[in-house]
Nanobody, 124 residues
Framework: QVQLVESGGGLVQPGGSLRLSCTAS????????MGWYRQAPGKQRDLVAV???????NYADSVKGRFTISSDNAKNTVYLQLNSLKPEDTAVYYC??????????????????WGQGTQVTVSS
């Protein structure tokens, strides 16, 4: 089964940095795109950044110039470098994947694979 595992969250002071990673495994034929979403207490889950297999990136306006998304295709891994962190960046960060996988009979496409989430806390 396809599985996404995130790591790298933690507690950091304002202005500090963290690097998150997410590795996909299990039955993957190809990856169309991978990205990061975040959800703060009392708020909806919003897109932070996404990267396609061709290397095209998109960022939320609130993180442009501070966060950088990258990927390692050989490792099925996506990274998010978080710099100049602010208290409002505090949230659970979730990895998302849009990929083609083998179900055992046919190849299928899905864009709703999610990791378990990793907590990022920026102290005030």
């Amino acid at each position: 089964q396809v599985q996404l595992v995130e790591s790298g969250g933690g507690l950091v002071q304002p202005g500090g940095s963290l690097r998150l990673s997410c590795t996909a495994s299990g039955g993957i034929f190809s990856i169309n795109a991978m990205g990061w979403y975040r959800q703060a207490p009392g708020k909806q889950r919003d897109l932070v950044a996404v990267i396609t297999s061709g290397g095209t990136t998109n960022y939320a306006d609130s993180v442009k110039g501070r966060f950088t998304i990258s990927s390692d295709n050989a490792k099925n891994t996506v990274y998010l470098q978080l710099n100049s962190l602010k208290p409002e960046d505090t949230a659970v960060y979730y990895c998302n994947a849009d990929l083609k996988y083998f179900s055992g009979t046919y190849y299928s496409d899905r864009n709703d694979f999610w990791g378990q989430g990793t907590q990022v806390t920026v102290s005030s």
